[in-house]
């Protein structure tokens, strides 16, 4: 199964938060992943971010953006096409989302679109809640 992931579950998996080990099946080949460039720029944005903590807390930065551009070259990228703007500008059962959550939500239906079913990754509980509503199978469960 396809599945779209979004960047909270992006970035548990990149610094091996607790229970990242959920989120293997669906990151690693040979599992098909689609992500929007919308998740590569928010893992980016989190570790030039990273660079700025006390030297204490510090983490190997660039063994981190190895580690993601490594696990990103076998994923699909969707850009933020016209079609993935429309959509993000239209309703969502949560219209209370904001708008960054709304471009990966629209992402995953314009893929879904495209690819028929298509399960939604993520750890954010504004975007498991709004994709289980629009009939998205949600994991990790």
């Known amino acids: 199964m396809t599945a ?3 960047s909270s579950a992006v970035l548990a998996w990149l610094f091996a938060e607790s229970g990242n080990e959920r989120l293997a099946p669906w ?3 040979p599992a098909p992943v ?3 460039i919308l998740t590569l720029v928010e893992c980016d944005r989190a570790l030039h971010r990273l660079t700025r903590l006390p030297p204490s ?3 190997d930065v660039e063994g981190l953006r190895t580690r993601l551009l490594e696990l990103s070259a ?3 990228i969707e850009p933020i096409s016209d079609l993935v703007v429309a959509r993000a500008r239209s309703s969502f059962p949560d219209d209370t989302i904001p708008s960054l959550d709304a471009i990966h939500l629209a992402t995953a239906l314009v ?3 495209a690819v ?3 399960d939604v990754l993520s750890l954010d509980e504004r975007i498991r809640s709004s994709a289980a509503a629009m009939e998205f199978r949600v994991v990790p469960d």
Request: net charge negative; charged share 35%; proline share 5%.
């Open 4 to 6: 779209y992931a979004d």
């Open 74 to 76: 076998g994923w699909a």
């Open 34 to 36: 689609v992500v929007s």
């Open 116 to 118: 028929g079913e298509l």
């Open 111 to 113: 893929v879904r679109d």
């Open 57 to 59: 807390r510090d983490a």
């Open 27 to 29: 990151l690693r080949p």
